[in-house]
């Protein structure tokens, strides 16, 4: 059985930063495609940061610069570094795996950035 846990959110100020961290189960994150997306109140839930099974990342043009997806094989993590964190970036933030043709989620971590 698939698992994602999100760890790392809470309140932080404007030009702060802050790391989350999404633990995997049943599923090996370095050769998966994962990703990071949030979703504001009252907005859709949005794409922040994707890793393919090769590596190959991608931002959304709203992050470029301040956000980092990355990987740990040893503790079977993801990350996003988030840095010079704006109140936009304000969300509930979750992470996926691909894992057999599945698509599965975390149940999200609150970034809440205060002005």
């Known amino acids: 059985q698939v698992r994602l846990v999100e760890s790392g959110g809470g309140l932080v100020q404007a030009g702060g930063s802050q790391r989350l961290s999404c633990a995997a189960s049943?599923?090996?994150?370095?050769?998966?495609?994962m990703g990071w997306y949030r979703q504001a109140p009252g907005k859709q839930r949005e794409m922040v940061a994707t890793?393919?099974?090769?590596?190959?990342?991608t931002y959304a043009d709203s992050v470029k610069g301040r956000f980092t997806i990355s990987r740990d094989s040893a503790k079977n993590t993801l990350y996003l570094q988030m840095n010079s964190l704006k109140p936009e970036d304000t969300a509930i933030y979750y992470c996926?795996?691909?894992?057999?043709?599945?698509?599965?989620w975390g149940q999200g971590a609150q970034v809440t950035v205060s002005s």
């Open positions: 890793i393919s099974s090769s590596g190959t990342t």
């Open positions: 996926n795996i691909v894992h057999r043709y599945t698509l599965y």
């Open positions: 049943g599923s090996t994150v370095s050769i998966n495609p």
